[in-house]
């Protein structure tokens, strides 16, 4: 539903709130005092007596106030009757059309102008209970309908029941449909594919085997049943695997897909919230787990015979992209990915970044930034922040960066030689520089500071027993909960440190603290780096961040830092040209290592490099060549989580 001003400006919005916590009551009184705002709040907790005190300030406190829970309830059930409460989306459209024009005459007391013929509401009913079954396409459908400010009309017949095959070409046609609408609009424009296209959501939920052992280890075992519940490449459930034999099949599968169901449809929900920042499409793909763990596992840190300890660890990475591409994408959806010159954001704990395309790294080919889909509490923080906050990266960023760096003894020659790079560029860049011991410093500096992006250059670790890693200052150890107990964030975190994001152990992340915290944008690592590359590379991005035409070029942070990463090759040139020929660079060689590098600003072209450095390498002169080996694929063991995409720049 829209309304609109005289001027055509949308003046009512819907807020979605999520809240747990002591503060929860007094945000929903907060927020239940805005006259000219319709307020939708969800619950993502089981009920308890905070909750049920919030949902009758809802019932009695304001007019224009609806709820909806995830979760099922005795006291929810007592209540499903109330007029605020529902329980689907054509439940809630339904109340919409009820309450219109009550809608209409409070909130045209406060915006003159507005008349009835601006309430965009359709005839009941609205949306075609059938259509909405195949669920996958539901989002992209919403977001055709809104883009195209269409009324949501029964017309459609059930996929439900059209053949199975034809699922696939369905959910092309709904991506392609919304590509069309933003491409008449780049057009218009004149932008370039980059520019108008939206960032496209892959989602890829994984039943984790660690969290699995985790719920076991705990007594969950009720939860541990949908770890049973897999669906094949048609999105049909069916089990994989009987733990208990006393437990006849088919319970066990009714369990289990309730279970499941409930956390896709969650997860459906949540992926909806974030396409709507620019109406993206999306894609959610089936439920896998089984014919994944043990190539996924190879990035465990424990493993003896992982990718840690063999000698060319991208052959694994590689490895494990190959798998990926074959367990989920079919051909069309390949080429889909293919061909779309766009950012992508990434709503799993699977390494989508490694996933081939046409023998090619995502993360290699296009921007990619992410968030666990298994931590439901932080896909709702990120979204909620940055529908609250619109932060932004400007000329005066780099000089509003702090560099913290750890007063360790621990490989002390090679801190300092990383802190001596630092400030050679600190002079000319401006940014802050401070070596730190403890928390408490960290803490002390940031409110002094006040920065924008916050780098730590540190060590980062990995405790076992808790699987959970931590960040090593001085002598102190640096857990999540550390970090949100001070309140350690800035918009920006970059974390130049090994393995802060290991992909297969961790279950408490350094990246959900933060967004705790306060933080948008968290760049960590999946594996372990050099720790003098790691440090050229974020002083690298920081020149860059330094120049406007790079902003400019770049349209927002997330392909800046994708950019600076991606080009990190560079280093990989000249340690091979220091480590075998004994001499830096030429300048011929740097000269044609930068022609090199600026393919990659282009989409088509990073394809050509990527292929050039797998077959021949890149020949730099007679006595230097670059190949895939030489680099080990280091550029893809970063990731970016929250959303970066939507950070842009002021000038």
């Not at 000089?399 to 490989?411: E, N, P, Y």
């Not at 960290?442 to 730590?456: A, R, S, W």
């Not at 394809?607 to 020949?619: A, I, M, P, Q």
Request: glycine content about 4%; proline content about 3%; overall charge neutral.
């Amino acid at each position: 539903m829209k309304e609109k001003d005289g001027s055509g400006m949308q003046i009512l919005n819907f807020h979605i709130s999520h809240f747990i916590g002591n503060s929860m009551l007094d945000n929903i009184i907060q927020l239940l005092n805005h006259y000219n705002r319709i307020s939708v709040f969800l619950f993502s907790a089981e009920c308890h007596s905070e909750v049920k005190e919030a949902i009758e300030n809802i019932r009695t406190k304001s007019t224009f106030a609806y709820y909806y829970s995830v979760y099922s309830s005795d006291y929810l059930a007592e209540i499903k009757g109330d007029s605020r409460y529902f329980s689907n989306v054509n439940e809630f459209y339904k109340i919409m059309y009820r309450d219109s024009k009550k809608i209409f005459k409070y909130i045209s007391k406060h915006h003159r102008g507005l008349k009835k013929s601006s309430i965009n509401l359709p005839n009941m009913p609205y949306i075609n209970e059938e259509f909405l079954n195949f669920k996958p396409i539901v989002s992209n459908v919403l977001n055709i309908y809104k883009a195209d400010n269409t009324p949501f009309i029964s017309h459609h017949h059930s996929w439900e029941k059209a053949p199975l095959e034809i699922r696939w070409q369905i959910i092309i046609e709904s991506l392609e449909s919304l590509d069309e609408i933003h491409k008449s609009w780049g057009e218009e424009k004149k932008l370039s594919d980059r520019f108008f296209l939206p960032t496209l959501i892959l989602v890829f939920p994984y039943h984790h085997p660690i969290i699995k052992k985790a719920l076991e280890k705990r007594g969950k075992n009720n939860y541990t049943k949908m770890f049973n519940a897999e669906q094949n490449d048609d999105y049909l459930f069916g089990i994989k695997e009987l733990d208990d034999s006393e437990i006849s099949l088919e319970k066990l599968k009714d369990e289990a897909n309730q279970i499941t169901s409930t956390q896709i449809e969650v997860l459906d929900g949540i992926t909806f919230l974030h396409s709507t920042f620019q109406f993206s499409p999306s894609i959610r793909f089936p439920i896998k787990s089984s014919e994944l763990n043990s190539s996924i596992s190879l990035v465990s840190l424990g493993k003896k015979n992982g990718i840690l300890t063999g000698k060319h660890p991208y052959k694994a990475i590689l490895k494990i992209g190959k798998k990926l591409n074959s367990v989920y994408l079919k051909d069309e959806i390949e080429k889909y990915l293919n061909n779309r010159n766009g950012q992508i954001l990434v709503i799993s704990d699977l390494p989508i970044e490694w996933i081939l395309i046409n023998n090619i790294p995502l993360g290699f080919i296009t921007d990619v930034c992410r968030i666990q889909d298994s931590n439901i509490q932080g896909i709702i923080n990120n979204y909620s922040a940055f529908s609250k906050i619109r932060f932004q990266l400007s000329s005066i960023s780099v000089k509003r960066t702090l560099v913290i760096f750890s007063d360790d003894d621990q490989d002390k020659i090679d801190f300092m030689t990383s802190y001596n790079l630092a400030k050679s560029y600190q002079h000319k860049l401006g940014f802050g520089i401070e070596i730190v011991s403890s928390i408490i410093e960290i803490k002390k500096l940031i409110q002094q500071f006040d920065p924008e992006i916050l780098i730590f250059d540190c060590h980062c670790n990995f405790d076992k027993d808790s699987l959970t890693c931590y960040l090593k200052i001085g002598n102190e150890k640096i857990y999540p909960k550390d970090i949100v107990a001070n309140s350690i964030a800035a918009p920006i975190i970059y974390l130049a440190s090994c393995n802060t994001n290991p992909n297969y152990d961790n279950l408490d992340k350094l990246n959900d603290a933060f967004f705790v915290s306060g933080a948008l944008s968290v760049t960590g690592t999946f594996l372990p780096i050099n720790m003098t590359k790691g440090t050229l590379t974020y002083l690298r991005m920081l020149n860059l961040l330094n120049s406007k035409n790079e902003r400019s070029a770049s349209g927002n942070w997330l392909h800046l830092v994708c950019f600076t990463i991606r080009t990190s090759l560079i280093w990989d040139a000249r340690i091979k040209s220091l480590e075998e020929l004994d001499r830096d660079l030429t300048s011929e060689e740097h000269e044609k290592f930068i022609e090199f590098l600026t393919q990659l600003h282009n989409f088509e072209e990073r394809k050509t490099v990527f292929k050039s450095l797998v077959e021949k390498g890149v020949k730099l002169s007679e006595n230097l060549k670059l190949t895939l080996s030489d680099t080990n694929l280091e550029f893809m063991y970063y990731n970016h989580y929250g959303r970066p995409d939507l950070i842009m720049f002021k000038d």
